[in-house]
Structure formats: structure tokens, C-alpha cells
């Protein structure tokens, strides 16, 4: 496959690149930048190639039948791209070659851009372990698509800014080996490790948070954070690169702190890698619902995460004699010591997050995989982050002078945030049944069911509600038959806070299946049916694409002839429903016989039916829920106002 000798192309540039900084002191840097250049160049070819293949509808690679289909819309075929294992790897790896490149402009140093393409390779050789190019092993004429929960715009957007916070993570990491490899004692390298730790932190942040939001406005179950393993696989990194950047900030000033500052660039990387392995080599197949199956890739990102944790550390071990040595801080109220207390509180939060969401991992050396509840992270880390929220308002007093204004912002996003989290977890939560048109009284506000709205086309529904007297609804996404397939809750939104509807799905007790035989009457207890024809419509290879059944339907007086039809699909095969009689009946052709002798139909509830039942649903509020979100921008921004600052 074309796009595997791409990536091959890539791997060899990057190799070449790698060896030319490390066989020579002070390589050339044209050569460095023109085969840098060239692997970034064949890794974006690659990535278009894929895209072009997933906009074609080129079900022949097992990728793209697997995460697109001819029906998506286009936005979601450009996130087919990072949907699954292969494609995020993918993607994670033309970022990095993209920085890569980037970095031979910059004044970096041959060691560290010698560190950088090694990692590099190291990625590249992880995608052709598992290949999106691969080829299905069966001949398929339609794809499954994108899982319809990930049909989302926040979804849609929240990987590649994850992998952009990884990918760059991968450049402190370089400088700091590379200095340690060179010029042990220098500082040289710290301003620009501080800009790129910046931006990771600031992206995957963003990432995280949008991860949240979308948690909330989709899943339907009213959090924004449920403490899943591979939520907290970004959190630990996110959290161990503030330490770094507390770390390259001090060291600027005390050299004393450089070994610190070069132990932290190796931990966030490494727990970058380490994350990846937890979510791509199936521990977490039973504990999460965001976890990739398990597969053969799970040794090879191990070998890779102990590459560098393991490389890391023994350069760090080699080097640590001549590193500059002397005292931290002078005192206990000195500014450098509230900064060291304050990452070492946040090396105590992530250390239990960590443990958190390695347990089933852990527990599974010992017996069988076990996993802890989100109370162990809740009555674990919050004492620590209140001293740690205590420690940040007293330097504020103390020490705001020497804090600059990116870092202002930054912080007092994050004081927000601690704070919309406790305020906004003050809610009241009710589940209620709800008779349409009905007034209902709940936590303060006035709330009525207004009924179920189907969309023309029966790929989605609407539970719409009227809350204090303004109409909000909440979607269900539908299967091909007629099932639910994602939910999301109706949000009102208020300077006070929202109103969260998160309806549950209705039992329906009235659907009755009946078979029939061609010619043969049938009766449902006051409407007749009668089998006459069908047909099997195939593609030019002989493949079925769609059956059609031909059935008349009486009520003794008056006939109906109807034409239900089934739509092959990857999954089996999706049908619409048909109202017949006046909208008396729903009707939906569920599968014909290969002999074409027998077909078998659903006996559906009205529309109106449906709309006139009752819905039990889950209602909460959020109090001043807002602030979290304006938090999260306040962080972001004040991260990206702090680069510029020298």
C-alpha cells in the first residue's frame, strides 16, 4: 500500500536525520533540515492519502470501512481520520514530524533534534505496527461509520488538540537530554523548553477540558469529569508538565533546581507514553468506555515508554555529578519554597490519580483486574487540593509583584475553577416521571413534558420540555432500526446556572413481531396483512444492496398496499418504518427469507403514541455551571499571554 512506503520514507528520512545530529558535534544544518523536512513531508502525504481514501469511500482498507460510510457528513469523514487506534497514532505522529521540522529553524541543539527524531522513528514505527493502510480482509461495499457519540463538534476537535499537547510535550523532554548529553550544567535550553511546555500545557489542557464539556453536553449523565482511566491518562501528564514549567521557571533563576526541572521533563513524557500504552493495549477494555480493544501494539508502546523513562533516567543518573549543586530556598516563607511545596502537592495529586487508573493494571499482576470508584480519587485528592488552592491564594498575596500577567490569569482560572466545581456541585438532582402537558415543580423550577418529536428521516428524535416557560430539547440519535443509539440531555442555561434533562429511554411494551408466509393471511388482532411479493435488489458484483417486501394491509373494508423495504448495512441492515391506515398503525420490515417465501414485520407504536407516554427523566441543576467553562478559557489564555513573556 502506497501510504505504508510513505511512512516507511518518513521513518528512513527521520533515521537519517537522527544519525547526522548524533555522528557529528555540529552537523550540518542544511542536511539536517532537508531530510527533517522530507520525513515530515512523506508523514503529511501519508496523512492526505489516508483522508482521500476515507472521502472516497475506499471500504478495500480495513480503516476506513471500520470509522466512515457514504453517508457521513464531511465533517465527521475529516474526524474518521483520528477515530480509531491507527489513525490517532497517525495523526499523534504528523504532529510530531510537523514540530520536528520546525525545530531545525530554531536554534536547537544537535543533540536534543537527535533526541527528538528518535522519538520520532520510535512513532513511526509504532503506525506501521498497526496500519491504517491495511487492507480488509473481506470485500465490503459500505462502511459502519463514526460511533454515533463521537458525532459530535466538540468530539470532533478534541483528540487532535490532545495529540498536539502530547506531540509537543516530546520537545522539553529532547532539550532536557540533550543538554544533559552535551553541556550538563548549561541553562540554555530552559527559555525554549518553557515556551514549548507552555503551549503542550496550555493544548492539552484545552483538549482535557473539551473533553469535559463534551462529556457533559452529550453523554447525558450531567458530569463533565467521571474519573475514567483514560480521562486521567491526559490528566497526569497535564498535571506533571505544570510541575515542569514551576521547575524550568525556578531553575532560571537557581541552577540548583536543574535536576528537578530535567527528573520533570522526562516523567511528563514518559507519562505521556504510558497513558497511550493504558488506553491502546486493552487494560482497560472492562473499566472504561473510552478504552481501544486490545492489541498486538500494547508490547511495542511498553518497550517505547521504557525507552524513555528508562533512557531518561539513566542519562539523568550518568549526568547528575555535574549538575550544579546548592541550597533551594533560603526559608520556609522564601517564594522558592512555596513553589517546590506547591509541585510537590500536585506530584501527590497526580501520583493518586496515577494509581487510580493503573489499578487494573496492577491488581491484575496480583489476581484478577480490579478497578477503584471515583470516590477514591474524590476523598484522596481534594484535602490535597484545597492546601494546595490555600498555598496559591497566600503567594498571590505575598508574591504577586513577581508573578507576571499571563501567569496572573492562569492561576486565578484555576482558583476559579476549584471554585466552579465546588459551587456548581451544589445542585439539587431529581428523576421523575413526566405525563406529557403535565406542570411539575422540581428544584425550583417549573418543568413540563411536551412530548416526542421524530425527525422525517427517523435517524433522530426530540424529548422537547418547556423550564420556566422557554422550550429546550433533548436529542436521541437513532440505529438504523429504529433503536437508540446515543442521547443527549436538553440543557437550559441561566447567569444562575442550567437546567439539565437527561430523559431515560421509555418502555415500550406494545411492539409486536409477526412472520409471515407469502399468500397466507395474518391477523393482529384488527388489522390483516398478506405477504404477495419480494425482491432483492444487488450491486454489480453480485452483492445484495436493499429487499423490498410488497404486503397488503385491511381492516376489512378498506385496503393498503405497502412497499417496506431493508437497507443492507455493515451491521446487518437498517428499515424504515411505515404509517399506514391513517397513521393507525407504524409498520417496519425487519428480514425476508432467502427463498423469498417469508418476511417478517414489527407492529410499531403510533407517533402519537409514542408522544402521549409518559418519560421518566433525571433533572438536575448547575449552579453557576458557567464559571467552570470561563475558568478553563482564563487558564488556556493566560498559558498562551505567558509565552510571550521573556
Not at 502525504?45 to 481514501?53: E, G, N, T
Not at 544537535?110 to 491495511?134: C, E, H, N, R
Not at 500504552?277 to 480493544?293: I, M, N
Amino acid at each position: 500500500m502506497a501510504g505504508n512506503l510513505l511512512l516507511g520514507g518518513g521513518l528512513t528520512a527521520a533515521l537519517a536525520a537522527m544519525g547526522i545530529c548524533f555522528a557529528q558535534r555540529i552537523p550540518s544544518a542544511r542536511l539536517v533540515k532537508v531530510t527533517a523536512l522530507i520525513s515530515a513531508g512523506l508523514i503529511t502525504a501519508a496523512s492526505l492519502l489516508l483522508w482521500i481514501l476515507i472521502f472516497e469511500n475506499d471500504f478495500s482498507v480495513e480503516y476506513v470501512a471500520a470509522y466512515s460510510s457514504t453517508t457521513m457528513p464531511a465533517i465527521y469523514k475529516v474526524s474518521a481520520f483520528w477515530a480509531g487506534q491507527q489513525g490517532s497514532f497517525l495523526l499523534w505522529l504528523l504532529i510530531h514530524a510537523l514540530t520536528g521540522a520546525v525545530l531545525t529553524f530554531r536554534r536547537t541543539s544537535a543533540a536534543a533534534l537527535g533526541i527528538y527524531f528518535l522519538l520520532q522513528s520510535v512513532l513511526v514505527f509504532l503506525v506501521l505496527a498497526k496500519s491504517p493502510f491495511a487492507e480488509h480482509p473481506a470485500q465490503v461495499f459500505e462502511g459502519v461509520g463514526l460511533n454515533p457519540l463521537l458525532q459530535d463538534f466538540w468530539m470532533a476537535i478534541h483528540p487532535p488538540i490532545i495529540f498536539v499537547g502530547y506531540a509537543l510535550l516530546a520537545v522539553p523532554f529532547a532539550l532536557s537530554l540533550g543538554t544533559l548529553l552535551t553541556e550538563a550544567a548549561s541553562q540554555s535550553w530552559l527559555e525554549e523548553a518553557r515556551k514549548w511546555t507552555l503551549l503542550a500545557w496550555s493544548f492539552l489542557g484545552a483538549g482535557i477540558f473539551i473533553g469535559g464539556y463534551w462529556a457533559y453536553k452529550v453523554l447525558g449523565w450531567g458530569g463533565y469529569w467521571g474519573w475514567d482511566p483514560v480521562e486521567n491518562s491526559s490528566l497526569v501528564p497535564w498535571l506533571l508538565a505544570a510541575v515542569l514549567l514551576h521547575m524550568i521557571n525556578l531553575a532560571r533563576k537557581k541552577s540548583a533546581v536543574l535536576a528537578q526541572a530535567h527528573v520533570a521533563a522526562t516523567f511528563t513524557y514518559a507519562l505521556v507514553i504510558y497513558g497511550t500504552f493504558l488506553t491502546r493495549s486493552g487494560v482497560l477494555g472492562d473499566f472504561s468506555v473510552h478504552s481501544f480493544a486490545g492489541s498486538n501494539i500494547g508490547m511495542a508502546i511498553a518497550l517505547a515508554n521504557a525507552l524513555v523513562l528508562i533512557g531518561g533516567l539513566t542519562i539523568i543518573l550518568i549526568k547528575a555529578k555535574a549538575l550544579p549543586q546548592g541550597e533551594l530556598y533560603k526559608s520556609y516563607s522564601d517564594a522558592s519554597f512555596i513553589v517546590l511545596l506547591s509541585c510537590l502537592l500536585i506530584i501527590f495529586i497526580a501520583t493518586i490519580v496515577w494509581i487510580g487508573m493503573s489499578m487494573p493494571l496492577l491488581s491484575q499482576m496480583f489476581g484478577e483486574a480490579a478497578a477503584v470508584d471515583s470516590d477514591f480519587y474524590i476523598k484522596s485528592t481534594t484535602p490535597i487540593a484545597l492546601t494546595l488552592a490555600a498555598l496559591m491564594i497566600y503567594t498571590f498575596a505575598k508574591f504577586a509583584r513577581m508573578i507576571s500577567l499571563g501567569g496572573k490569569v492562569a492561576h486565578v482560572g484555576f482558583l476559579l475553577m476549584l471554585a466552579a466545581i465546588v459551587i456548581s456541585s451544589r445542585g439539587e438532582t431529581i428523576t421523575q416521571e413526566l405525563q406529557p402537558q403535565a406542570k411539575a415543580s422540581i428544584a425550583g423550577h417549573e418543568v413540563i413534558y411536551e412530548g416526542q418529536v421524530f425527525q422525517e428521516d427517523e435517524t433522530q428524535k426530540f424529548y422537547v420540555y418547556t423550564v420556566d416557560g422557554e422550550a429546550v430539547r433533548a436529542l436521541t440519535k437513532l440505529h438504523g432500526n429504529g433503536t437508540d443509539a446515543a442521547r443527549e440531555p436538553a440543557i437550559l442555561k441561566s447567569l444562575s446556572g442550567d437546567v439539565y434533562i437527561a430523559p431515560h429511554a421509555p418502555t415500550i411494551e406494545s411492539v409486536q413481531e409477526l412472520m409471515l408466509t407469502k399468500g397466507v393471511f395474518a391477523m393482529d388482532g384488527e388489522l390483516g396483512y398478506t405477504f404477495n411479493d419480494a425482491q432483492i435488489d444487488y450491486d454489480d458484483n453480485g452483492n445484495p444492496i436493499q429487499a423490498t417486501a410488497v404486503i397488503t394491509i385491511t381492516d376489512g373494508d378498506l385496503e393498503e398496499v405497502i412497499h417496506p423495504m431493508i437497507v443492507v448495512t455493515p451491521d446487518g441492515g437498517s428499515s424504515k418504518s411505515l404509517e399506514v391506515f391513517n397513521k393507525r398503525r407504524r409498520v417496519r420490515l425487519t428480514g425476508i427469507s432467502g427463498d423469498l417465501e417469508k418476511a417478517r414485520i414489527e407492529l410499531l407504536p403510533t407517533y402519537e403514541r409514542l408522544s402521549s407516554m409518559p418519560v421518566t427523566a433525571t433533572i438536575s441543576t448547575k449552579p453557576y455551571i458557567w464559571l467552570l467553562w470561563l475558568s478553563v478559557a482564563a487558564i488556556c489564555l493566560g498559558t498562551l499571554i505567558a509565552i510571550k513573556r521573556k
